[in-house]
Nanobody, 118 residues
Framework: VQLQASGGGLVQPGGSLRLSCAAS????????MGWYRQAPGKQRELVATIARGGNTNYANSVKGRFTISRDNAKNTVYLQMENLELTDTAVYLC?????????????WGQGTLVTVSS
């Protein structure tokens, strides 16, 4: 399955953006979906994850500002980002995890660039 992320762009501090990531196959069973980000010169870090049943997990740095959600029927995950800060600038990547026969398979999207700048 392929993941296509979209929604990135240039935004001023305090602004908002909504990212989307859709799987190429709507009938592909996905357990967990998530967003990660990688800033220039830094390691990739978790932003938020969401289980198929809706349980969520957030990095401390985005709690209260970002909201992750998903549409299981569309195999799409969203990231609503509010009150963006300069340090949120990064390439945002989505992933999807499928657990099959006791093994975990992880799929990554190509990333979408978010630039927070005045």
């Amino acid at each position: 399955v392929q993941l296509q992320a979209s929604g990135g762009g240039l935004v001023q501090p305090g602004g908002s953006l909504r990212l989307s990531c859709a799987a190429s196959e709507s009938n592909f069973y996905i357990n967990d979906m998530g967003w990660y980000r990688q800033a220039p010169g830094k390691q990739r870090e978790l932003v938020a994850t969401i289980a198929r049943g809706g349980n969520t997990n957030y990095a401390n740095s985005v709690k209260g500002r970002f909201t992750i959600s998903r549409d299981n029927a569309k195999n799409t995950v969203y990231l609503q980002m509010e009150n963006l800060e300069l340090t949120d600038t990064a390439v945002y990547l989505c992933n999807a995890v499928q657990i099959r026969l006791g093994l975990s398979f992880t799929y990554w999207g190509q990333g979408t660039l978010v630039t927070v700048s005045s």
